[in-house]
């Protein structure tokens, strides 16, 4: 498993990241969650307009072995959700970063990034 | 033990490996004061002397030569393949398919009980099954429930009254409200589930209407309607049907049930007071993810082998425990598969016919009553097979009767108060013209 | 030929589009063909007799179905001989692994000879034909048989009363989770007890089925000897709790060596105190939870008592309580309403009946603070006549001796296995032992899944993987008493080649299950794309004709 993780992105202690871009934001999950949960089947999608807040729960995330909840890494209001992933789910697995992203939102406190990691803090915090 | 394979030697051989003089060594962790003081079960039996005994109690039982008991459980055929299959020692003594590679007969077989369910439903996807139609039932409201985010559910008194009893103890669990939408018992009256009735009881915490066809009186309900009354109010129907008068009744899937469930009792079951049996759950592939119970599905090996797993198990408890959709664990396999060899033996033409001869039987027994001046038909409605018949004197009748070895079908004042002198009558494809015919005169003999 | 030998069949059916398999499109080889994919119109197996000429014209004067509540289209049901039945469902049979084919050392699910004279019982016709709804007059030998089990079984656990009504143990502890509650309410603490104490060590179905009844779910974590930490226990235990579950023995196979501790603890707290009795194969004749002072237990009469595991049921879990949850006990229970009870059990025992002696059941609504119904009439009865000839046939004694080689059996396991794999607990255990594959997992990177896999090619079943949770890549091992020492002897050497084979050759292991009738199957893709019932798409008659000899 790659320790290291991409540089323009901030992270969650929930293995959550968030790339922002102005006052948009995609968010999903780390290389590290995929590859704990193994096989992922089903990522339940939150409602576009639905509103995020920062550590809450918005959606689930299932595997052949476990489920999880999704939690926000920010917050914010849904603009958008990767419908890709209705069908192929795998995406999560094969692409966390890329393909894999599961939700947009527009950032209501651009504040909240300063509570997340950067890449070396969040590698740090899953190694061993 | 009855059933030990293990010899002084084995014992010795093992305790010496394990490192302890005796058995009791084992046990030295139960604290003293709560070991167990005494145990006075009787002597073990050899296995002729446990036949005696078993003959003995059974013997007990006066099993009435005719009966015309239904009321949720029926005397059907059961086919000696069906038992045959059931039979076999590796579905019987096999357990939940948890390693699929050597699974593949039970998984298979729940395979095409599923597909089965959702052709005589016509629903899309079924469960592994249910304990049994009374469980599955209460478990469907509690998926609407979820499915709708309400919290009250509605139900029909010409529910099976046992089915409604469960249903309400499942829904005091969580706290959920069950209403009763009163059917049209009075004089004269349909026997039905009023359609304004139900939309009446229906409003927005209302998450769904429950209703039987046939109902617990044999009565064929007015489902569509009720499905549309449910579906205007944000709500969803939920059919407990009976699974042979699949044969000729209207599939819940074409009028609009949201969920089906089912006693599978009559498909190859026996009657064994009351169980083992299976209940059978129905349901839209978009609800499939809320749906409590084991499902099953086709997928391949690496060789390109087709195969069947347990699926969607994130929605159980081993995987999700506190947030899961139900604690269920096990399905009722042995129950289901006598259902899917039931099924197959009989076919759609034999379903047809087992359903037609029941319904016909019923129309015969209420006809041969009316005609001999014995009782009347206490509702309107067209039923299916099974009918309530007001006969004067029903107590009196009912008791004399059965001195004579004939079970004149089920009391409905002991359930329904206002139904006195009432008896509820089910035939199936085993009532002959013989049995009316005796029932007639008995009940003629006894005025 | 062995099944695992048959050539493969290509099945092509097709599917429809509401239901795209992963493999839409693919010939998949099958091993064996859907039932569907053998019929043909018009062909039969059991047939019906039609109604007499007599019975139709009475008929015909009644209400007919009105034509809008009559069925269009036929279910497509299949169309077969019985021959033909019989042959699918007999080979389908070979397909799985079962108690009668080999061992079966299933971790918590007490897989032990399922004794064939039970069935024999339960199909009397007396027993068979018996209605449920029949006149207690008509059923008195069916209402004997439940009232004498529940007698063996409060005898047995030292519980007060016993109901028989649920059908498998997660419907006993819903049960008796609704029993706790309505205990409560009655002594106004209804809404202030809402939480549940679970160790986490616990079965999946602990935690769901205190949400079906509301509760909220507190984890109790296990001390390093694999027991309740009698401090964090007490810590937890308060004015809010509502009930500790635990299973004792634990699902480590560990008897809580504290459990007079607990209970204590429990007792003073007001809560009540839940016993799951997955383990009870333990413990018969050495511990009676009812005396201990356990307030409640579902037995799982298909473990303990035998009855055949149905490849996924029916079994059957009926509860006993003490005298404070008793008055909320499901309704109805069978009664003895005429005739001394003493009598009548002493008579019973020595294959006598005792004249005069009547059983019911419970008139409905008689006992007003019960819980109500948990299903349609009163269990399971089948598992229960098997259950009463299997504790008939054992005996006390029998019943005692049962414990005693179950955990013989699983000590001896422990103690041989200890050296090839890690042994969390190393301590005595009871009916069951959970080892750990971490090592092999470190070391070889073989997990405990490719371990089970690898079991398989010895005609094994595999223990329970991967629970308790708490264990990492743990193996659960469950002999049971009735395997005989040379089936273990084989065991252990099994276990430790697939060791040395972990060592030697893990890639072979990731490829096991090989002499399996599949191989591994894709559960993920079962997952994503879920295919749950067959579509009958376009058909072709390719498996009929090359249906082998």
Known sequence: MSSTYPDDLRYSKEHEWVRV??????IGITSFAASELGDIVFVELPELGAQLQQFGVFGVIESVKAVSDLYAPVSGEVTDVNEALRDRPELVNDDPFGEGWIARVTLTEPGELDALMDASAYGESTAG | MAYSPHTEADHRRMLDAVGVASIDELFDDIPDAVRADRFEVPPPLTEQQLRAELLRIAGHNAVPRISFLGAGAYRHLVPAVVSEVIGRAEFATAYTPYQPEVSQGTLQTIYEFQTMVCELTGMDVASASHYDGATATAEAALMACRLTRRNRVAVSTAVHPQVRRGLRTYCSGPGVEALEVPADLVEGGSGLTPVEAAASVLDEDVACLVAQQPNFFGGVEPMRELADVAHAAGAQLVALVEPTSLAVLEAPGSYGADIVTAEGQPLGIPLSFGGPYVGLMAARMASVRQMPGRLVGATRDAAGRRGYVLTLQAREQHIRREKAASNICTNQALCALAATAYLTAVGPAGLREVAELSLTQARHVAAALEAAGLGERRFSAPYFAEVAMRIPQAKRRHAALRERGILAGHPLWSEYPELDDTLLLATTELTTDEHIAELVTALDQAR | MSVAERPPRTDASGRGAAFASPHAGEDLAVVEPLIFDASAPG???????????????????????????????????????????????????????????????????????????NEWAAGLPGFAESHPLDPAECAQGSLQVEWLLAELLKEISGFAAVSLQPAAGAHGELTGMLLTRAFHRSNGEGQTRTRVLVPDSAHGTNPATATMVGYETVTIRSNERGGIELEALRDALDERTAALMITNPSTLGIFEDQIDQVLAAVKASGAIAYMDGANLNAILGRFRPGTAGFDVMHFNLHKTFSTPHGGGGPGAGPIGVSPRLAPFLPEPLPLLVEGDADAVRANAWAGRSTPGARFALEQEGSRPMSIGRVRTFTGNFGMFVRAYAYIRANGAAGLRAVSDDAVLAANYLRVRLADAYELPYDRICKHEVVFSGRRQKRAHGVTTLDIAKAILDHGIHPPTIYFPLIVEEALMIEPTETESLETLDRFVEVMHEIARRAE?????????????????????????????????????????????E
């Open chain 1, 21 to 26: 871009d102005g006052a948009q934001a995609t």
């Open chain 3, 43 to 117: 062909r039969r197996a059991v047939r019906f007799p039609q109604a007499s000429d007599h019975a139709r014209r009475a008929a015909a004067g009644q209400p007919q179905l009105p034509s809008t509540a009559l069925r269009g289209v036929a279910p497509r049901l299949p169309e077969v001989s019985e021959l033909d039945l019989l042959r699918h469902f007999n080979r389908l049979s070979q397909l799985n692994h079962a108690i009668d084919v080999g061992f079966y050392p299933l971790g918590s699910c007490t897989m032990k000879y399922n004794p064939k004279v």
């Open chain 3, 504 to 548: 030697a050759d893990p890639e072979a292991l990731k490829r096991a299950p090989v002499s399996t009738p599949v191989g591994r199957l894709d559960e993920a893709g079962a997952a994503r794309r879920p295919d749950l019932r067959h579509a009958f798409g376009e058909r072709t008659e390719v498996a009929a004709e090359t249906r082998p």
